[in-house]
């Protein structure tokens, strides 16, 4: 069983910068993937980023080359450091855990509470 915390959200203006945590409750950089995926009121959750457990990174064509996500495997914590935010970027931000580094929902058992991000323009 593994507990995903994250924290970081906040309200920030258009081109703000924000960094998301994501706290896990035992070591996931050995067995999983981590990633993070958002959800926008009235819309479907999306995969935003991933980082799997050889440290291979992929994002969404939306955040490539504002968002970075790493993380600190001694610290068992995942990060998504996210620059030149947008007002499509608010949603509700959660990570995930999972054995597959893709951006389907059904690959990840694991899953945080979510933390709030709010951009206004």
């Known amino acids: 069983q593994v507990q995903l915390a994250e924290s970081g959200g906040n309200s920030v203006q258009a081109g703000g910068s924000l960094r998301l945590s994501c706290a896990a409750s035992t070591r996931t950089s050995t067995n999983y993937c981590m990633g993070w995926f958002r959800q926008a009121p009235g819309k479907d959750r999306e995969g935003v980023a991933s980082?799997?457990?050889?440290?291979?990174?992929n994002y969404a064509d939306s955040v490539k080359g504002r968002f970075t996500i790493s993380k600190d495997n001694a610290k068992k914590t995942t990060y998504l450091e996210m620059n030149e935010l947008k007002p499509e970027d608010t949603g509700m931000y959660y990570c995930?855990?999972?054995?597959?580094?893709?951006?389907?929902?059904?690959?990840?058992?694991?899953w945080g509470q979510g933390t709030q991000v709010t951009v206004s323009s």
């Open positions: 995930a855990a999972g054995r597959h580094c893709t951006y389907a929902d059904r690959d990840y058992k694991y």
């Open positions: 980082i799997d457990f050889d440290g291979t990174t």
